[in-house]
Structures are given as C-alpha cells and as structure tokens.
C-alpha cells in the first residue's frame, strides 16, 4: 500500500494487520484427505459383504475414528495460518498455537532449501527457529511478497536482531 503525503513522493504504509494462509498446503490437504477417505470406503467395500458381517460396531468405529483423525490432521496442516497485529505475531502450524510478542522475534528467514519460513526468536543465548507454515517457498512470488510483507511489518513494530549473532545450523 502505499499514500500521497502533503510533501510529494508516495511513500510505502504498513498495514496494521497482516494475515497469511498457504493455498498449497491447503489444496495439498483437502486432495489427501479426499484420497484418504475414497481408499477407506474402497477398502471397507472391497472387504465384501461376507467379511463387513463379522465387523463388530466396535471394530467399525475405531476405523472410522482413525481415519477421521487422520482427516483432521491433515486439514489443521492444511489451514495453518500467520496473524501480525497489536498483540504480536501468531503461528498456527497444524494444531499447534504459538503467540509471540514482536520483542521476542530477532528476524524472519525463508532461505532456498526450505520449505517454509522460520521466525527467529530470541531465547537469551541466541536464536532458535520456529516453522512457519503460511508461508512456503512453493508459493514462489507470492511466499516471496509475504516474507516481504512481514519482514517489512516486524521492522515497523520494533522487532530487531541487534545483540544477537545469526549462526547457520
């Protein structure tokens, strides 16, 4: 985004709040979790009628239930999201919540390699990684504009690496 300001030149705003999702990983997840399910119902059919009889309800509901958990996990990954905001940044990866105070974030890093993005976050003797799954390098220009973005949001809000040495694992 960017305004006109009284004094000329056009000069680049950072949004207050950012939100990212992965269209890979979520088309990724919902054609598994349809393969999942079309094999499971395959399967259970292909067991013939003979076979399905002797299945105790028990048997056929803890099949159900894996196969719905399954479904379940892959759809979490599927739909992971970034919110940047007032309060910080947070990560859902999968069903895993993760809220970080923008004091706490030493810099955001997607090198070639990677599959995803790690924010760095400062643990009082150095940094350590952790994945961001919204933004993949497999989204190629658009992952890139939203590393951009970030970046450009975390600097905006504070978050610096200073005092911190960024070491190559």
């Not at 992965?22 to 094999?39: H, N, Q, R």
């Amino acid at each position: 985004m960017s305004a006109v300001t009284p004094d000329g030149p056009e000069q680049a705003t950072t949004p207050e709040r950012l939100v990212f999702s992965s269209v890979p990983a979520l088309l990724t997840s919902l054609l598994l979790s349809g393969i999942l399910l079309v094999f499971a119902l395959y399967g259970w059919y292909a067991l013939g009628p003979e076979i399905r009889v002797q299945v105790t309800w028990t048997q056929a509901g803890t099949l159900l239930f894996f196969v719905l958990v399954m479904i379940g996990i892959m759809l979490s990954v599927g739909y992971s999201r970034l919110w940047a905001d007032e309060k910080g940044v947070t990560v859902r990866n999968g069903p895993v919540l993760r809220k970080f105070s923008v004091d706490e974030i030493a810099g955001l890093r997607l090198r070639s390699g990677d599959a995803w993005a790690y924010l760095l976050i400062k643990d009082g003797t150095g940094v350590k990684r952790r994945a961001v799954l919204a933004i993949q390098q497999l989204e190629g220009a658009q992952g890139k504009k939203k590393l951009r973005d970030l970046r450009e949001w975390l600097k905006a809000h504070g978050a610096t690496s200073k005092d911190i040495t960024l070491t190559e694992e």
